[in-house]
Antibody, heavy 122, light 112 residues
Framework: QITLKESGPTLVKPTQTLTLTCAFSGFSLSTSGVGVGWIRQPPGKALEWLALIYWDDDKRYSPSLKSRLTITKDTSKNQVVLTMTNMDPVDTATYYC??????????????WGQGTMVSVSS | QSVLTQPPSVSGAPGQRVTISCTGSSSNIGAGYDVNWYQQFPGTAPKLLINGDNNRPSGVPDRFSGSKSGTSASLAITGLQAEDEADYYCQSYDSSLRGSNVFGTGTKVTVL
């Protein structure tokens, strides 16, 4: 059974850097084709894809946020970390991590974490 | 701003058929990239509903179906049930955005 769980601060101040951790189980991020993505959702708004890291350490970022995002993985710890710099109140959202299965041609997110709400306020 | 456009809301009576459109362009859906659909209930994480345009993961009722034509994709719900009231999102890949995934604007389905 695949599970993912996000963790990190619930409140950050403007201009600070946000660091979120996705702890997962039930799969290995060293398996060919597998990935872990991050998606966020501001209150009452749509989903927004942020970043994705693949088993081979290939990384993809949302073009509009690329300069602020860094995604890394620790295969031995079964964790993926997302950092977002220069946080702003518009970054207030629920942040989700999700599993990208190996057996799909394109990026699909078949199992999601419960999400973690991050508020940006001074 | 998303490059995949969905109607903000659709509604139908129990038992009816409703469809949700996802309109893209030649750099995403029109280029043949797979479209996935997700269902989200308030306060919960999205759930994969359709993958690869028209495939239902195990456990998804067969009243949900996906299709794609040209630069658009659609999700159909036949035999609408009260429990289908939720938000629905399409997702695809866009080659103009340097390897970026994109989600649709989202559609609220209301069961009358």
């Amino acid at each position: 059974q695949i599970t993912l769980k996000e963790s990190g601060p619930t409140l950050v101040k403007p201009t600070q850097t946000l660091t979120l951790t996705c702890a997962f189980s039930g799969f290995s991020l060293s398996t060919s084709g597998v990935g872990v993505g991050w998606i966020r959702q501001p209150p009452g708004k749509a989903l927004e894809w942020l970043a994705l890291i693949y088993w081979d350490d290939d990384k993809r970022y949302s073009p509009s946020l690329k300069s602020r995002l860094t995604i890394t993985k620790d295969t031995s710890k079964n964790q993926v970390v997302l950092t977002m710099t220069n946080m702003d109140p518009v970054d207030t959202a629920t942040y989700y991590c999700a599993h990208r299965p190996a057996n799909t041609y394109s990026d699909t997110f078949d199992v999601w974490g419960q999400g973690t709400m991050v508020s940006v306020s001074s | 701003q998303s490059v995949l456009t969905q109607p903000p809301s659709v509604s139908g009576a129990p038992g009816q058929r409703v469809t949700i459109s996802c309109t893209g362009s030649s750099s995403n859906i029109g280029a043949g990239y797979d479209v996935n659909w997700y269902q989200q209930f308030p306060g919960t994480a999205p759930k994969l509903l359709i993958n690869g345009d028209n495939n239902r993961p195990s456990g998804v009722p067969d009243r949900f179906s996906g299709s794609k034509s040209g630069t658009s994709a659609s999700l159909a719900i036949t035999g609408l049930q009260a429990e289908d009231e939720a938000d629905y999102y399409c997702q695809s890949y866009d080659s103009s955005l340097r390897g970026s995934n994109v989600f649709g604007t989202g559609t609220k389905v209301t069961v009358l």
